[in-house]
């Protein structure tokens, strides 16, 4: 429920994926019942926690094959990340509803594990970790210049798409930096030492023939 430049350490870019990939496992391993078991409500459950992300996160959309948003990219202001955890809380309340006794061994491992990640991200919200969007080797910004290798590019609209979140990037940014900022406020940094040469990540793309540009 958290958009996944929010902290982008390797560590988390791990956990992304393997959020990704367990909601697809548990999507598939809950099965159709009758509409108020638990099993169904636990699916559903599922269902809407990953459409909102989806919908959220659009560049964690297109990696899934998710097409509906590729010419948008994720909204990270305070107020996003504050209904985000809102919404997660939700889920969790919900997730309390349904009697964990009543589920097969399968989905009650689905559900341990979805509250474990979800209480995960609401305890990091309330930690402030939404203010490391930089760590010594990895960034936002360096997650964006790999874009053009993680989109679509094959027809017209693909690239309209494409330029539509370039133009966006500016946005993006600003939204990064001002979490940044508020780190700063609040003396929740990385040390000096672990930044020494990082500018070069930024540098490196700074240049004067647009062609020899990673965005080209």
């Known amino acids: 429920m958290y958009s996944r430049e929010i902290c982008s350490t390797p560590g988390i870019q791990i956990m992304r994926i393997a959020l990704t990939l367990l909601v697809a496992v548990l999507l598939a391993a809950v099965p159709v019942r009758a509409a108020d ?17 989806l919908a959220e996160d659009p560049l964690l959309a297109t990696s899934v094959g998710d097409n509906r948003a590729n010419d948008r990219l994720p909204s990270v202001t305070v107020a996003d ?10 889920l ?18 689905s559900y341990d594990v979805f509250r474990w990640q979800t209480e995960i991200g609401i305890e990091d919200f309330r930690r402030g970790a939404w203010r490391c969007t930089l760590t010594g080797d990895w960034g936002f910004h360096m997650a964006f210049a790999q874009l053009p290798n993680e989109v679509p590019l094959a027809t017209t609209r693909d690239y309209e798409n494409y330029i539509a979140r370039l133009r966006d990037y500016p946005r993006y ?7 940044l900022a508020e780190g700063l406020r609040a003396g929740f ?3 000096r030492l672990v930044l ?15 062609e020899k540009s990673v965005f080209y």
């Open 173 to 179: 940014n600003r939204e990064q930096i001002a979490l």
């Open 81 to 90: 990340l504050e209904r985000r955890d809102a919404f997660a809380r939700k």
């Open 196 to 210: 020494d040469g990082y500018d070069k990540t930024i540098s490196g793309h700074i240049v004067a023939d647009t």
């Open 92 to 109: 969790l309340e919900r997730l309390a509803t349904i009697d964990r006794s009543k589920l097969s061994d399968t989905d009650r491992v």
């Open 37 to 53: 078991d638990d099993a169904t409500r636990l699916a559903a459950l599922f269902a809407d926690a990953w459409e909102f992300s």
């Open 189 to 191: 940094t990385l040390p």
